[in-house]
C-alpha cells in the first residue's frame, strides 16, 4: 500500500540515484527526535502505521529504552519508568526499495507522525553507527526488565533504619551494592557495631540528632 503514496509526495522531494552498493538496502537503524514526553506515543502511533499501511517489510522494530526505577518517597517505595534517551525513539528500518530508490513513502508517515519533529541528520536521515546502537541494546539488555533502584546515598554517609527489626537505629554505611539493590550499615548494637543489610528503601537520609 505504501507504494501508492510514492505518487502524492511534494514536489519538492527528491529521488536518489540508483543505489549501487547492496548494502545500502539492508534495514538500518535510524533515531527519531520527539516532542517531549511523547515518546511512549510515537512509538504506539508508529505500530499502527505498520499495520495500516502494510509496512511490516520496511519497519522491522521500534526502540524505547526504558528502565524500571525505584524511589522511596515519605517512607513509601515507588517504581517508575525512567527513558534512557528522552526526547528520542530508535527505528530500523528500509530507506531504499530493491531499485535503489529511497522509500519516500513509508519516511513521509513516519515523519508525519504526530509528536515526531524529525529523523536526526540533516537534509536527509542519518543511520546510526553500529557501536552506537550496540551501546543502547547493551543497556536494554543489561537491565532486562530488573527494577533498578535509584542511588541517593554515598558510603560513609549516616542513615537512619526506617523499616525492619532495626527501626530507628542509625548508623553509617559501609558498602553499597547496586546489583542487589542494597546497603550494608554499621550500626551500634549491644555495646558494639554491627553490620547489617539493608534494601535502599529501607533507610533514609539522617538529617538530626536522635529523640
Avoid at 47 to 56: F, G, H, R, S, T
Avoid at 145 to 166: A, C, L
Avoid at 187 to 200: A, K, N
Amino acid at each position: 500500500m505504501y507504494q501508492d503514496l510514492e505518487n502524492k509526495m511534494d514536489d519538492d522531494t527528491t529521488e536518489l540515484d540508483t543505489v549501487v552498493d547492496e548494502k545500502m538496502l539492508l534495514p538500518k537503524w535510524f533515531a527519531l527526535q520527539t516532542l517531549s514526553n511523547q515518546e511512549s506515543k510515537v512509538k504506539a502511533a508508529i505500530q499502527v502505521a505498520i499495520k495500516e499501511y502494510a509496512l511490516e517489510d520496511v519497519i522491522l522494530e521500534i526502540l524505547l529504552p526504558t528502565e524500571k526505577v525505584v524511589e522511596i518517597k515519605n517512607g513509601k517505595k515507588y517504581t517508575r519508568t525512567r527513558k534512557f534517551y528522552p526526547g528520542y525513539v530508535f527505528i530500523r528500518m528500509r530507506m531504499y526499495d530493491p531499485e535503489g530508490k529511497i522509500l519516500h513513502g513509508p519516511l513521509s508517515i513516519v515523519k508525519n507522525i504526530n509528536g515526531v519533529v524529525r529523523f536526526v541528520g540533516d537534509r536527509e536521515p542519518v543511520e546510526l553507527k553500529q557501536s552506537e546502537i550496540d551501546d543502547i541494546l547493551t543497556k536494554v539488555e543489561a537491565i532486562g526488565g530488573k527494577p533498578v533502584p535509584k542511588i541517593t546515598h554515598e558510603v560513609g554517609e549516616t542513615v537512619k533504619i526506617s523499616d525492619g527489626p532495626f527501626l530507628n537505629l542509625t548508623g553509617t554505611i559501609e558498602d553499597i551494592d547496586t546489583e542487589r539493590g542494597c546497603l550494608r550499615v554499621n550500626v551500634s548494637m549491644f555495646g558494639r557495631l554491627t553490620p547489617v543489610d539493608l534494601e535502599f528503601w529501607q533507610v533514609e537520609r539522617f538529617t538530626g540528632e536522635e529523640n
